[in-house]
């Protein structure tokens, strides 16, 4: 079955981190962009951070300096290093893929229409 699967999720201390994967099982994410997104509670979607089809990233102004996006040697898996946590960093982190995708800014946009996209993985910022 093609899907994606979002791990690493939990709970953590503010100033803790996490590293969050994004796994592909039965094909490879080296030819797609490759989004995270948050979902808090009562709060639109956002999109985090992206790396494209071409490796470019993208991370919004809330996470940059903090997240760091890349993928894994073995091409099937994305990672989201998310340090310096925050209780604003709360919320499900899921991650969608867009076959050959290179502007981050339009993948982040879309609402719909991903080739793939995972079910999310809890991550709660408290002391």
């Known amino acids: 079955q093609l899907q994606l699967v979002e791990s690493g999720g939990g709970l953590v201390q503010p100033g803790g981190s996490l590293r969050l994967s994004c796994a592909a099982s039965?094909?490879?994410?080296?030819?797609?962009?490759i989004g995270w997104f948050r979902q808090a509670p009562g709060k639109e979607r956002q999109g985090i951070a992206c790396?494209?089809?071409?490796?470019?990233?993208y991370y919004s102004d809330s996470v940059k300096g903090r997240f760091n996006i890349s993928r894994g040697n073995a091409k099937n898996t994305v990672y989201l290093q998310m340090d310096s946590l925050k209780s604003e960093d709360t919320g499900v982190y899921y991650c969608?893929?867009?076959?050959?995708?290179?502007?981050?800014?339009?993948?982040?946009?879309?609402?719909?229409?991903?080739?793939?996209r995972g079910q999310g993985t809890q991550v709660t910022v408290s002391s």
């Open positions: 969608a893929a867009d076959l050959r995708a290179i502007r981050c800014t339009a993948l982040l946009r879309k609402r719909t229409g991903y080739n793939y």
């Open positions: 039965g094909f490879s994410l080296e030819n797609f962009g």
């Open positions: 790396i494209s089809y071409g490796d470019g990233t």
